[in-house]
């Protein structure tokens, strides 16, 4: 098993811009989610989904957008980038019960200039 | 809503001493604590957790204990190595008393650990 894989590692963007940041487990987890990491604030939750075709807000969703079309698969969409949304981001995922850990992929790390 | 609060860093020490780093939280509802850790240019691996008040979690030497009456979740080793400085995250995951999950987890805002040999 590949656990949960992230694409691109790191990228550069312009203030304007848009992209689109991968996702995908082969664990086949239910619950899927999406972090940023700043620094001296941990782990904030962006967006998350407990299942295929269900999307919910974490504490800062605005500017990103998610959709979960699969069980495997969870982009983050930002769509028009700004400087506020440098950052490390981080998927991860886990079965539905909140006594299980949840896996981490590896990060993508995002810079907007 | 749930917090986490985790002990300003960041925390050096030599190898060998004991460590301590403290975590307190606020959830409503039957929470589940873990600690997390994030070395170097990685992400983030459980390191240890407990489900319910009492339980203790242990994982390579660290241990936490989860304490209801004073809402805390320690993080305790007591002999620290050089392969253990990383970044160590305190987490929460909430329930109701049914047991349905929120899945989501609140995090502290992390400690940094440096060891010296």
């Known amino acids: 098993n590949a656990g949960v894989t992230q694409t691109p590692k790191f990228q550069v963007l312009k203030t304007g811009q848009s992209m689109t940041l991968q996702c995908a487990q082969d664990?086949?987890?239910?619950?899927m989610s999406w972090y940023r990491q700043d620094p001296g604030m941990g782990l904030r939750l962006i967006h998350y989904?407990?299942?295929?075709?269900?999307?919910d807000q974490g504490e800062v969703p605005n500017g990103y957008n998610v959709s979960r079309s699969t069980t495997e698969d969870f982009p983050l969409r930002l769509l028009s980038a700004a400087p506020s949304q440098t950052s490390v981001y981080f998927c991860?995922?886990?079965?539905?019960?909140?006594?299980?850990?949840?896996?981490f992929g590896p990060g993508t790390r995002l810079t907007v200039l | 809503g749930n917090s986490v609060t985790q002990m300003e860093g960041p925390v050096t020490l030599s190898e060998e001493a004991f460590l301590t780093i403290n975590c307190t939280y606020t959830?409503?509802?039957?929470?589940?604590l873990f600690w997390y850790v994030q070395y170097p240019g990685e992400g983030l691996q459980l390191l240890l957790k407990?489900?319910?008040?009492?339980d203790k979690g242990s994982n390579k030497g660290f241990e936490a204990t989860y304490r209801k009456e004073t809402t805390s979740f320690h993080l305790e080793k007591g002999s620290v190595q050089v392969s253990d400085s990383a970044v160590y995250f305190c987490?929460?995951?909430?329930?109701?008393?049914?047991?349905?999950?929120?899945?989501?987890?609140?995090f502290g805002q992390g400690t940094i650990l440096t060891v010296h040999p």
């Open positions: 991860a995922s886990s079965p539905t019960n909140s006594g299980d850990e949840q896996f």
């Open positions: 664990m086949n987890h239910e619950y």
């Open positions: 989904s407990v299942g295929a075709g269900i999307t």
């Open positions: 959830a409503t509802g039957y929470p589940s």
């Open positions: 407990a489900t319910k008040a009492d």
């Open positions: 987490a929460l995951s909430g329930s109701n008393a049914g047991g349905t999950s929120y899945g989501k987890l609140t």
